[in-house]
């Protein structure tokens, strides 16, 4: 769906298409309050008096605990054209609860102002594709600052106060260190410094925060539960135990623990709810890093399209390896609401044109300054890079990266493979030389490369500055993952060649001498379905020196 009206009806949530050709005639559907059931709305008459907004497409819906919410995309950029389809990327989304009609009409109502606001504050640029501003982006990294906390937990001072508190009264006062400094302007900093400077604080809150437990972390999850508005702690199981805090605390009795797990678990459901709103919105939006198209597979490399895939949804048609909203758009597709489904994809898509010389000469004079010689790109004779009246040729570079959804995380906390041969941040990464009109009489040019962590067992701590990489697991455990990785990239791509980028010094030397050598054993046992696998370790950061660049 190109165009969504979105309505805030009396007995649920209205989606209906406006301006739709394919598919033809296109039904309206609803989503009951409450229930969050889907079903088609034939019967729906517009209603003045409701809550409405336009929107581009639906992502899916978000269901936490006993809330859900419809997310849709509010403001969008195109960001490229291939094959003269157009491909956006998602620059804001809306997030509708279906509590109430009351609670989804504020949201719409919401969305709405700030699509004008930012219709409003664009620079002459035509649609509601715009750019991003200044100040969005002010208010992006606002956001992500205030995301953190709660407003109970902050205190800011006026810049007088700030300004007084730090030059302090009377004569000066003794040095602090930086530490103690952020400790005693906590108002300022609000929890950053306590779970940063705490040593208990980092090892249990922080540890925990990033899927790490301790002793006292599981200890204390069951024990510190929140009851009704309190922040004491209110234990929920029988006996004695020592809390988080290091003191002995007397636990409830039995019988009301079920009662009590209810109520924290709705108060830990509304007060963590704001947080997981603005972190889908930042994620989904102002991350930037979302892309979608409703008439080109962005998910597939341009050797791998299927002309034969008319009349089918996109969810249907897209690679699985790069559908990010599957899970969320789960409901519409069990609910046969296949229209609704826009494939969503993670990475980054960007695209420029520039000159091309007709000159023998094979320098690059760079796209800095919109010329580039692409004798090496293309035939002459095909007319894809040089005009044939010797003149400059314009040509169109398109960049696609898809992230894999398979085994995605932060650096150092996701490494290494898993049991189903799946690499850590896996990226495919396609570049895309063209004529700018797509003239199928030209040539077009797509080279594909793809990324990610050693395929083997290993770990790296995310509290040291320079990590050493720590091997797991046995030789044959690893030879089977390493196996099963390259089985993949095979079926995939055909033939494969690795370049392996780690340092052949320092702490990297480790994991690359393993990957080497279980390359070799693998090779040596046949190969991936007969045939080897290359390997060329290439030491990135000694070439950079060797090549006059700061490593």
Known sequence: MRRLLIVASADGLVLRPLGQRNPPNPQAAKISYETSHISPSQDYTPDSAASSFEAHGVVGLLNVSSASFLICISRRQQVAQIRGKPVFMITEVALVPLASQAEAGAAITAARDSAQKHHKASTGEAGEDIEHSDSSVEED???????????????FPTPSEFLSSAAGPGPRQRRTSVAEDVIGKKGLYGRFAERWFSKRGWSVEKMRVQGMS??????????????????????VDTGRHEGIDGATQPLGDASQSEEQV?????????????????????????SRGFFYSYDYDITRNLGSQDANVSGLPPYKVVDSLYFWNRHLALPFIEAGQHALVLPIMQGFIGQRSFSASPSSTTEVKGLAQDRVDADGFSDSSQGAARGTDGTDTELLLTLISRRSIRRAGLRYLRRGVDDDGNTANLVETEQILSHPSWDLSKKTYSFVQIRGSIPLYFTQSPYSFKPVPIIQHSLSTNQAALKKHFASLVGSYGNVQVVSLVEKGGNEAQVGREYEKNIDMMNRDGGVVGVEVGFEWFDFHAGEVTAGYPS
């Open 214 to 235: 301790t002793e006292d972390s599981v200890e204390g999850e069951l024990l510190s539960v929140p009851k009704g508005d309190t922040t004491t702690p209110n234990p």
């Open 141 to 155: 990294i606002s956001m992500v600052e205030n995301g953190e906390f709660s407003d109970d937990e902050l205190s």
């Open 262 to 286: 209810t109520e924290a678990d709705n108060g830990t459901t509304s007060t963590l709810l704001p947080k997981l709103i603005r972190t889908t919105k930042m994620l989904l939006g102002s």
